[in-house]
């Protein structure tokens, strides 16, 4: 990707007041919505050059390029954005699971007869994944 | 649903510093993403005990009752929340379309080689949506 593709790749998106954007991360060809993360403009052009998907970790203050210690990669197949252009939507190709608690997609908590109900199963305990 | 169910529901949610919490909305049985929008706590409220989909409007500052100006709703399958319980995942029914632009989703601009390119078309008229 040439500097005047990632220029205008950039500047069709609106970052917020922390220079973040949220990122939804859907698996291509199953449409499973797997997780939501944020992206600064580094994530961004990481995730766009290397097309392996960065995001920027709000808790850790650093970059997050997703998989890097769990091998729970996600490769970028196309991005999309939104008509405000204040949301990305990442399709991915997911390597084993996104979610940090072993299931494959971070949203397996269903509400259903008055709770919260687990409808995934976890793929790989926690302490695999993070294994030293 | 009942007092304790709402409470119970709300307790499980993080909402962002604004009371807001961002909700991505999935046509239930194809898969496809339509939007994301903002819910605050009246907005989740509203949703749960009506079925109808309602977001709160940060640029206008109000509740927004999908679909009530131009009959485009929302009917909500199932409510999910993911495993930080920031972020929340609305399977629903669309009718017609989601996206004010007058396409059945928000996301119709896909990055391909080195620019935006439009991949959905307009279904409905944006003048025919918001007909006085």
């Known amino acids: 990707m040439t500097n ?3 220029d205008t790749l950039l500047s069709s998106i ?3 007041e922390n220079g973040l ?3 939804i991360a859907q698996q291509h060809d199953s449409g ?3 997780m939501v993360a944020w992206m600064n403009r580094n994530a961004l052009v990481e995730t766009a050059t290397t097309g392996q998907v960065c995001y920027w970790s709000r808790s850790r203050d650093q970059l997050w390029r997703k998989g890097e210690t769990s091998g729970q990669r996600q490769d ?3 991005l999309r954005i939104d008509c405000d252009g204040d949301c990305l939507l990442l399709l991915v190709d997911q390597t ?5 608690t072993g299931r494959r997609s971070c949203f397996f908590r269903a509400w259903r007869e008055g709770g919260w109900r687990e409808i995934a199963p976890v793929s790989i305990a926690p302490e695999q994944l993070y294994k030293k």
Chains 1, 2 share one sequence.
Not at 96 to 100: K, P, R, T, W, Y
């Open 4 to 6: 005047v593709d990632l």
């Open 14 to 16: 609106t970052f917020d």
């Open 21 to 23: 954007v949220p990122a």
């Open 32 to 34: 499973e919505i797997l």
């Open 76 to 78: 970028l197949i196309e």
């Open 96 to 100: 084993g699971v996104a979610c940090h």
